[in-house]
């Protein structure tokens, strides 16, 4: 790799891997928890003005 | 900090220099696999029963109450746990059902129910919140065990199949009936009807007089002695009975009647050849001669039974007693006009006799929901003026 320049060849391979952590184990996890929350309470608001769920 | 989220920003906006796609792809993969592994583990802890009675609240009230009832113990040693009834099973119910439990979250940090007084004056409102949701989903969650598919109505009572194949005909939900089935119900409609308690509580006489007679509200019991320990039998609702003893809140009281001398003699009517029903007593007490006074016999011509005049002495409590039939009269009519007047123009009270009306009013009992004192209460007012007792017409 030392042998082709590259413009991101700043970036460290521990850089990488700490990126891809925290994309992995943190950022997303967090965001799909908050979408099943507002989801789960866009249920429910619905439920105040539509009634509860019928079947 | 800020460096490091300006860096982390363009790590992740550019193609990564030192992991291959396939080891960043399944990379993620991994951790998809681990995260919807925990999300759904979390999610089932919080669907336990110990994670329920984690709090006072529900520990000390209603999982006790639960604990008397079938759904606790019974014979099939299956047992409902609390998320077995009150949390949705579908994915989509559920994940809304633990957001809305945000509010009970909030209940539990700021006190709204974290003593049993303050839980039982809110009780009507919190279980009416329940009985709103097994009404629209038609008792779904109590329908994931118990279906009318595989009810098997010949082994149930008489009484319990007429209801069950009606409920299952018109696919009714099971809580239209079966309210209070895993925890007490709300003081305001415990055994009684609403309407029946607030006529109790208008009819209430202050004080009992000796040798005043007192007409009954509702169906109450009667016991042998003063301890109100045995029990005796039952008086109907608008019985006349003589108060002869007041000790404290408990009454001496004497009924007087004609009872079929075939059998036990059992049931006692108020009067000779009506079957205008009394009240009823234990096989022991319709047997003995300590309680029970008897008097002549005559034949009834129509039927050729005997019937005996008696006059029988026990205990009660001084409660849902009456001074008056009046306003008793009054709730018996409106009740009347109001449950038949739904499916068809009532006849009139003294369309039929006071021997008529049971069969009669009997044979409509299955078309309306009357609780068993409105039932006992309406039949008699139908046959005390019936065409026995008011021949203005026919």
């Known amino acids: 790799m030392s042998n082709n320049p590259d413009p991101n060849d700043d970036v460290s391979l521990a850089c990488e891997s700490k990126a891809f952590v925290l ?20 249920i429910w608001i619905a439920q105040m003005f539509m009634g509860p769920p019928g079947h | 900090m800020k460096a490091f989220i300006k860096l982390m920003w ?11 796609l396939g080891a960043l792809t399944l990379g993620g993969f991994i951790a998809g696999v681990l995260f919807w592994g925990g999300f759904n583990t979390a999610l089932e802890v919080t669907n336990t029963e110990e994670f329920c009675i984690g709090c006072h609240e529900m520990a000390d009230n209603v999982y006790v109450e639960l604990q008397e009832t079938v759904h606790w ?17 579908d994915w989509t119910s559920k ?28 009780r009507l409102e919190l279980a ?83 040798g005043s007679s007192y007409y009954s509200v509702r169906q109450l019991p009667l016991y042998e002695d003063v301890t109100l320990q045995i029990g005796a039998g039952q008086l109907d609702p608008v019985t006349s009975v003589k108060v002869l003893e007041v000790n404290g809140d408990k009454l001496k009281v004497e009924l007087g009647g004609w009872r079929k001398t075939k059998g036990f003699g059992r049931v006692v009517n108020e009067d000779f050849g009506f079957n205008i029903v009394s009240g009823f007593l234990t096989k022991e007490v319709a047997q003995s001669d300590n309680y029970i006074k008897a008097f ?36 018996a009519k409106e009740t009347y006009r109001s449950s038949c007047s739904v499916c068809h123009t009532q006849p009139d009270e003294n369309h039929f006799d006071a021997n008529t009306w049971p069969g009669m009013f009997n044979g409509m009992q299955s078309f309306v929901n009357l609780d068993g004192d409105t039932q006992a209460l309406v039949l008699k007012y139908l046959q005390k003026h019936s065409s026995d007792f008011n021949d203005a017409s026919h």
Not at chain 2, 304 to 331: F, H
Request: contains cysteine; aromatic residues 8%; charged residues 25%.
């Open chain 1, 23 to 42: 994309v992995a184990a943190v950022l997303v996890p967090v965001i799909s928890v908050a979408l099943i929350v507002v989801y789960g309470f866009s």
């Open chain 2, 10 to 20: 363009k790590v992740i906006r550019a193609p990564s220099t030192h992991w291959s």
């Open chain 2, 73 to 89: 113990s019974n014979h099939s040693g299956v047992r409902a746990t609390c998320p077995d009834c009150h949390v949705p099973h």
């Open chain 2, 95 to 122: 994940v809304a059902r633990k957001m809305q439990a945000s509010k009970e979250v909030w209940g539990a940090l700021f006190g709204t129910i974290d003593t049993r007084e303050k839980f039982l004056d809110k």
């Open chain 2, 128 to 210: 009416q919140h329940e009985w709103q949701r097994f009404s629209a989903n038609k008792s779904l969650e109590c329908r994931n065990c118990h279906d009318y598919k595989s009810m098997n109505f010949d082994a149930m009572s008489e009484k319990a199949q007429v209801q069950m194949r009606r409920a299952a005909e018109r696919d009714q939900s099971c809580l239209d009936c079966h309210k209070g089935i895993a925890h007490q119900l709300p003081d305001q409609m415990e055994g009684v009807s609403e309407a029946f308690a607030q006529l109790e509580q208008s009819t209430a006489v202050s004080r009992f007089e000796v």
């Open chain 2, 296 to 331: 002549e016999t005559k034949e009834d011509d129509l039927t050729g039974l005997d019937w005996q005049r008696v006059s029988i002495e026990l205990w009660m409590k001084a409660q849902a007693l009456s001074d008056s039939t009046e306003p008793l009269w009054d709730y």
